[in-house]
T-cell receptor
Framework: DAKTTQPPSMDCAEGRAANLPCNHSTISGNEYVYWYRQIHSQGPQYIIHGLKNNETNEMASLIITEDRKSSTLILPHATLRDTAVYYCIVRDGNAGNMLTFGGGTRLMVKP | DAGVTQSPTHLIKTRGQQVTLRCSPISGHKSVSWYQQVLGQGPQFIFQYYEKEERGRGNFPDRFSARQFPNYSSELNVNALLLGDSALYLC???????????FGPGTRLTVL
């Protein structure tokens, strides 16, 4: 079973920041938080991941709370092309490559 | 650089038939994982292969099998197809030093 809880859907206005929350209250010390997105049943696209520090790359920022029980993915200036299902995944760094996907959040960016 | 490639893109089979799906990882990646995504759900892990050895298996019946070749490409085989095997089959690869997985575009299998 997925170790994360995400809202099933969210809306965001084009050009505004999209903040996607994720709860992972049972996360353990060696587990990473990964974010992927999937557009129109294409293959999932890697966005970002982190362990305990906040991370930023060209696509997004990942904010992890100090207790690591929740995180937020931030798309700073959402565009229509960011409309997708966003998956938050907790992955054990010592447990091989298996990713356990939950239901994700369907983000709709509106003009 | 080329990403993960999968073939074929689409496939239609009938119940009871067998199917083979193919995956080529990103150059330099030695690990390949397979996932099944049924319509409306998130992907489910099927197998992981690393250096031609199975390193992980999800909760799938023995009708599902896979292998990895010396060039790190991989095949997923499904025997005795059922209607419920209709899904998007995804392949992902990762490098030895970084565990981030990169997915291919998938193969859409329809079983009639």
């Amino acid at each position: 079973d997925a170790k994360t809880t995400q809202p099933p859907s969210m809306d965001c206005a084009e050009g505004r920041a999209a903040n996607l929350p994720c709860n992972h209250s049972t996360i353990s010390g060696n587990e990473y938080v990964y974010w992927y997105r999937q557009i129109h049943s294409q293959g999932p696209q890697y966005i970002i991941h982190g362990l305990k520090n906040n991370e930023t790359n060209e696509m997004a920022s990942l904010i992890i709370t100090e207790d690591r029980k929740s995180s937020t993915l931030i798309l700073p200036h959402a565009t229509l092309r960011d409309t997708a299902v966003y998956y938050c995944i907790v992955r054990d760094g010592n447990a091989g490559n298996m990713l356990t996907f939950g239901g994700g959040t369907r983000l709709m960016v509106k003009p | 650089d080329a990403g993960v490639t999968q073939s074929p893109t689409h496939l239609i089979k009938t119940r009871g038939q067998q199917v083979t799906l193919r995956c080529s990882p990103i150059s330099g990646h030695k690990s390949v994982s397979w996932y099944q995504q049924v319509l409306g759900q998130g992907p489910q892990f099927i197998f992981q292969y690393y250096e031609k050895e199975e390193r992980g298996r999800g909760n799938f019946p023995d009708r599902f099998s896979a292998r990895q070749f010396p060039n790190y490409s991989s095949e997923l085989n499904v025997n005795a197809l059922l209607l419920g095997d209709s899904a998007l089959y995804l392949c992902a690869s990762s490098s030895p030093r970084a565990d981030t997985q990169y997915f291919g575009p998938g193969t859409r299998l329809t079983v009639l």
